[in-house]
């Protein structure tokens, strides 16, 4: 927990400054969500953008803008942009997470934003992050996390209690262009409770964090780091990240970097997923 008044009260102001945009993030998506046309641009990541991704990108950008809010700006479709000359902060956004699912008038569609302080002569990594939300528009959820506390809507959120996969409900990021690695990922399903997917990584990774959901794992390793937001939510809610190995990373952020994880309350947990996903595989 951060103690400081001065880091208390820059907390507050970021998360004041995020409210506010959320109003303005709402109000456009419902109003741009029926344009489900693609630009033609390539992003950053190699992938179109929809004109709904560009569109909430750049009102985004222009919020910080107006606010002289002193940033560099990292972002799937734009890539990087610094706004002042010296910035203070890093502000790391993911305009539009299930954007198939927003063409498709599926109603699971997220943004996501991290807002964390530079360290001088340091990348930017998780463990820097102050204060991140996540916003899924169709349902009306709205988390946010800083100071090692998660909420959704306004209410203190923690991640699930259960420790052992066969009574655990858990999602899997299942695009994989290598079968062999897709396979590996049958006797994870096989072993737990039940298995959901929702299309939007970050929704998924929110339930993680509030408990509606036990566990995450994400081993494709294609993961742009600009889902940071959600990663997060969990660890300030009580959870454990760990990497394919099993190890706790501190992720480095950037629009080249990616992230691959298991995500639980456990520990226990993350490694007997991890234990599975290591089994060869039967061909």
């Known amino acids: 927990m951060l103690n400081d008044s001065q880091d208390e009260n820059e907390l507050s102001f970021i998360h004041r400054l995020l409210l506010s945009l959320d109003e303005i993030l709402v109000s456009t998506f419902f109003q741009a969500q029926g344009d489900k046309s693609y630009s033609g641009k390539i992003n950053r990541l190699g992938h179109e953008s929809s004109n709904l991704d560009l569109i909430m990108e750049e009102k985004i950008i222009d919020f910080f803008k107006d606010k002289a809010f002193p940033c560099i700006i990292i972002s799937e479709e734009i890539g990087v942009i610094e706004l002042v000359e010296k910035p203070v902060y890093f502000v790391i956004i993911d305009p539009v997470d299930g954007s198939t699912n927003a063409s498709m008038d599926i109603p699971l569609v997220a943004t996501g934003i991290s807002i964390g302080k530079i360290e001088e002569d340091s990348s930017f990594r998780l463990s820097q992050v102050l204060v991140s939300f996540v916003r899924s528009y169709f349902t009306n959820e709205l988390f946010f996390s800083s100071s090692q506390i998660t909420t959704k809507n306004g209410q203190p959120v923690k991640t699930s209690e259960e420790t052992t996969l066969k009574e655990a409900i ?27 997917r929702f299309g939007a990584n970050l929704i998924d990774m929110a339930y993680v964090s509030s408990g509606q959901l036990d566990a995450m794992l994400d081993l494709r390793g294609i993961t742009s780091s600009v889902h940071i937001s959600g990663l997060h939510l969990i660890k300030c809610s009580g959870g454990r990240i760990t990497n394919q190995e099993g190890e706790t990373e501190d992720f480095e952020i950037g629009i080249d970097r990616t992230i691959s994880f298991v995500a639980s309350r456990s520990q226990k947990l993350n490694d007997e997923i991890l234990e599975f996903w290591k089994k060869e595989v039967d061909k």
């Not at 899997?172 to 409770?193: G, R, T, W």
Request: proline share 4%; net charge positive.
């Open 170 to 196: 858990i999602s899997i990021d299942l695009y994989f262009s290598d079968l062999e690695k897709l396979n590996k990922c049958v006797p994870i399903m096989h072993q737990a409770k039940g298995v959901r």
